[in-house]
């Protein structure tokens, strides 16, 4: 269900992004973000381990895939999405002397950059620290 | 003393400066040759990976290349910084975890194969030399202006110190040179903003000032908006690079292509654990991003001034020819600026209609023109353009290394000749050096593009093919080297014909067979942005050929669980 909103939003972003596209681009990009959808759901959702036996090294791979993702999407957010396709959208508001979809381009998304990465390494360190005494099996 | 004296005295200084760490760092240290990053700190890590990383394209030409496109320039702004998420996300740690010194070294051990190390080797040194041709561009365009030659002298001139560079660069004390390049770039960079920024806004932040208002109260970005429209060119803040699903690619391409260079990645071998190369990759964003949100405001204000100097707000007339300034006399003595009468009333038209007088103004010229246009004092001019050569020494060097030792240790001793001496594999490695500068230097000569944009060729060759290698071999088990081998080569290759069938076959433009013209392109995506494509069509042939051959042996499995744990 989740999957399937999620793969709307991406395909109603595509459309509002670029109305002029090709009818034959529409068709690949929406096969490319079901895939996508498809393969985020198996992070988001199955993070509460439905497989009884999942090991320690398993789940901790799958705790960091999980924060990837979401840095992920922010990073995708704030440099795609705001800075590219809604850009118009954006401009239409003012933020001091900035267009703000303007300003997301050119200031806000790197900024955001910035905070991502220290983020991420704050998280990953918690999430070593969690599961410590890992070993080679 | 005049300005042509006081640049070459601040260049000799910081050059002297550089060899003077050079060789206290190397007396320091003689007993660790190699292990010079084992011990350095994040901090120092990332600075010196800031220098390495902003070459003349960021330095010089990026601020240039904004000036004229407006929006449309973001692209190398979200693209030259977003890369770093990437590759501290998804490739430094699992790499440092490895612990190898090349990236072709990785790809033989994760693809168990010496035929996926040549092909790294190969995808590599091509992406390495377009690089380093956009690198050549910028230091033709430096030395050209401030020796007052013209660009091919310039370009000589520059090709040899480069090359006396990079083999005393070679050495070790690397890292603590690249951090007093650092230094003196953003010192060099920052000031002319700073009070460019001042004069204008009154706010001596760039940052702020780009969204403050002039004298007058208007915004800056308004009032600029209007200017540039008024004479016949696209609305500054929204004029898109062809068009947003070009500038999606493009982005996107050069964020993968960040994240796939060999000199980059090379950097978070150095550092001392994991963590370390995950919090230096976020101390080296933090280095650029200096850089990088001065950059667009350096732009935006560069093309005022050069507006407003020659388009007078306050008078009846245009600047008259007679009375131009002196950078612009010096500027043309480059042939990079050239002013042609068309009506011949002696004043200087400059717009985007049929009467423009202004034939050529290169937009790499912006950066260093700017603080003459704006009337700033000559040590600060000096000073820009000592930070334009650090900026493409720094680099150059680095890249240069990262040819040489991937031909002298991943091909020679790696594949073809195990039993190769610690000196002749030296020797190869100096001769490597050279013909790579010689090749540059020729396409140095012809540049395919301006250097950002050349630059920009190299990081889409470097997104098909190695970041794609690299991002499977660490996030799928299941992916054998029969696919990763052919997922590079496809990548490169699709993305090298789509280069060359639109920019000439090794960019000699006569032999463009399909022309440099938009209706030919993919979707209208131009091919500085094809490496996204090409890195997608790399994902894709390298997982269809992976389903027909047998999964990677058992000792890989571990390997990959080895390196996904902290």
């Known amino acids: 269900m989740i999957v399937h909103l999620v793969w709307l939003l991406l395909v109603i972003l595509w459309n509002f992004g670029f109305p002029n596209a090709h009818p034959l681009s529409d068709i690949v990009v929406a096969i490319i973000l079901s895939y996508i959808s498809n393969k985020l759901s198996y992070y988001f959702i199955s993070n509460i381990n439905t497989e009884k036996n999942i090991t320690k090294n398993e789940q901790y791979w799958k705790d960091n895939i999980q924060l990837i993702l979401r840095c992920l999407l922010i990073w995708f957010l704030v440099s795609y999405v705001f800075g590219i396709i809604l850009v118009q959208e954006l401009n239409l508001i003012r933020f001091g002397g900035y267009k703000l979809g303007f300003w997301f381009a050119q200031q806000g998304s790197i900024f955001t950059f910035v905070f991502l990465i220290f983020y991420y390494s704050f998280k990953i360190g918690k999430i070593d620290d969690k599961y410590k005494n890992l070993k080679d099996e | ?566």
């Open chain 2, 1 to 566: 003393m005049d300005l042509q004296n006081l640049t070459l005295s601040i260049v000799g200084l910081t050059f002297a400066l550089y060899i003077g760490i050079a060789f206290w760092a190397r007396a320091k240290n003689t007993n660790e040759f190699y292990i010079a990053g084992g011990d350095i700190h994040p901090i120092a890590n990332g600075m010196a990976t800031a220098a390495d990383w902003m070459s003349a394209a960021s330095f010089i030409s990026m601020a240039g290349l904004i000036s004229f496109f407006g929006y449309g320039g973001s692209v190398f702004l979200m693209g030259w910084t977003g890369g770093y998420v990437l590759l501290a996300l998804l490739l430094a740690p699992y790499l440092r975890k490895h612990g190898t010194f090349t990236v072709p070294e990785f790809i033989s051990d994760r693809y168990y194969s010496k035929t996926a190390r040549v092909v790294a080797v190969i995808c590599l040194i091509i992406a390495s030399v377009t690089y380093v041709i956009g690198q050549m561009k910028g230091i033709g365009v430096a030395f050209s202006r401030f020796l007052e030659v013209d660009y091919d002298q310039g370009l000589s001139i520059g090709m040899i110190i480069v090359f006396i560079y990079a083999v005393m660069g070679g050495m070790k004390g690397i890292t603590y040179t690249q951090i007093a390049q650092y230094v003196i770039m953003i010192i060099a960079y920052t000031i002319p903003a700073i009070f460019i920024s001042f004069m204008l806004t009154g706010n001596p932040i760039p940052q702020i000032g780009l969204g403050g208002q002039l004298s007058d109260g208007t915004y800056l970005l308004d009032k600029l908006d209007k200017i540039v429209t008024d004479l016949g060119f696209d609305q500054y803040t929204t004029s898109s690079r062809l068009s947003l699903l070009n500038m999606f690619f493009y982005t996107l391409s050069l964020m993968i292509g960040t994240a796939g260079l060999p000199h980059v990645i090379m950097r978070f071998f150095t550092v001392r654990s994991v963590k370390a190369a995950r919090a230096s990759a976020g101390w080296a964003l933090i280095f650029i991003a200096v850089l990088y949100t001065t950059a667009p405001a350096v732009a935006a204000m560069a093309r005022y001034n050069l507006l407003t100097t020659i388009d007078r707000p306050n008078m009846k007339e245009n600047l008259p020819y007679n009375e131009r300034p002196s950078w612009f006399r010096n500027w043309e003595k480059t042939g990079l600026l050239k002013f042609e009468d068309k009506n011949l009333d002696g004043l200087i038209q400059y717009n985007n209609f049929e009467s423009n007088e202004m034939v050529t103004v290169d937009r790499d010229i912006m950066v260093l023109a700017n603080p003459e246009i704006a009337n700033l004092p000559k040590w600060v001019i000096a000073l820009v353009a000592a930070g334009g050569i650090a900026a493409a020494l720094s680099t150059a060097a680095g890249l240069l290394l990262a040819i040489a030792s991937s031909i002298s240790h991943d091909l020679l001793k790696g594949v073809f000749r195990p039993n190769i001496s610690e000196k002749n594999e030296l020797r190869a490695s100096r001769v490597a050096m050279a013909v790579a500068i010689a090749v540059a230097g020729y396409f140095g000569f012809n540049p395919p593009d301006f250097a950002a944009g050349t630059v920009a060729l190299a990081f889409g060759l470097a997104a098909s093919s190695i970041f794609p290698a690299l991002m499977m071999g660490i996030f799928s088990k299941s992916m054998n080297k029969e696919g990763a081998i052919s997922g590079m080569l496809a990548g490169i290759s699709i993305t090298l014909l789509y280069v060359f069938q639109h920019k000439g076959i090794m960019f000699i433009q006569s032999t463009s067979f399909l022309g440099n013209m938009d209706q030919n392109w993919f979707f209208g995506i131009e091919p500085n942005a094809f490496g996204a494509i090409g890195a997608i069509f790399n994902f894709v042939v390298a997982y269809l050929v992976c389903k027909k051959y047998p999964s990677p042996p058992k000792k890989v499995m571990e390997m990959i669980m080895k390196i996904r744990r902290p």
